[in-house]
């Protein structure tokens, strides 16, 4: 029905800077929430950003605070994250969901997204 497609990811130096695209397609969504989750190996997974429908609210994780941005285009169907001054612990399978349900606001919880892409892997070497 949904399908969300992540590309960008790669190799990089510690301290560089990375772009992420989530890209959305199938049934025509309105009024969703997209979030960014990643997962590193033997972890559970966890949040990173969300960004609502409107793109007026977002949030990022503690662990990356100002580091990373999230944004989406105009037709609200792409969504980016923008990662700078990587850390060796952002090392992850990084994850983009959507959440057709979500008002006004998006959620931090996982629970919350219906949809979700294959993921695309982040490595930083140090």
């Known amino acids: 029905q949904v399908q969300l497609a992540e590309s960008g990811g790669g190799l990089v130096q510690a301290g560089g800077s990375l772009s992420l695209s989530c890209a959305v397609s199938?049934?025509?969504?309105?009024?969703?929430?997209v979030g960014w989750f990643r997962q590193a190996p033997g972890k559970e997974r966890e949040f990173v950003a969300a960004?609502?429908?409107?793109?007026?609210?977002?949030y990022n994780s503690d662990s990356v605070k100002a580091r990373f941005t999230i944004s989406r285009d105009s037709a609200k169907i792409t969504v980016y994250l923008r990662m700078t001054n990587l850390k060796s612990e952002d090392t992850a399978v990084y994850y983009c969901?959507?959440?057709?349900?979500?008002?006004?606001?998006?959620?931090?919880?996982?629970?919350?997204?219906?949809?979700w892409g294959q993921g695309t892997q982040v490595t930083v070497s140090s």
């Open positions: 969901a959507a959440d057709p349900k979500s008002g006004p606001s998006a959620s931090r919880s996982e629970l919350a997204y219906d949809y």
């Open positions: 199938g049934r025509t969504l309105t009024w969703y929430s």
């Open positions: 960004i609502s429908w409107s793109g007026l609210s977002t």
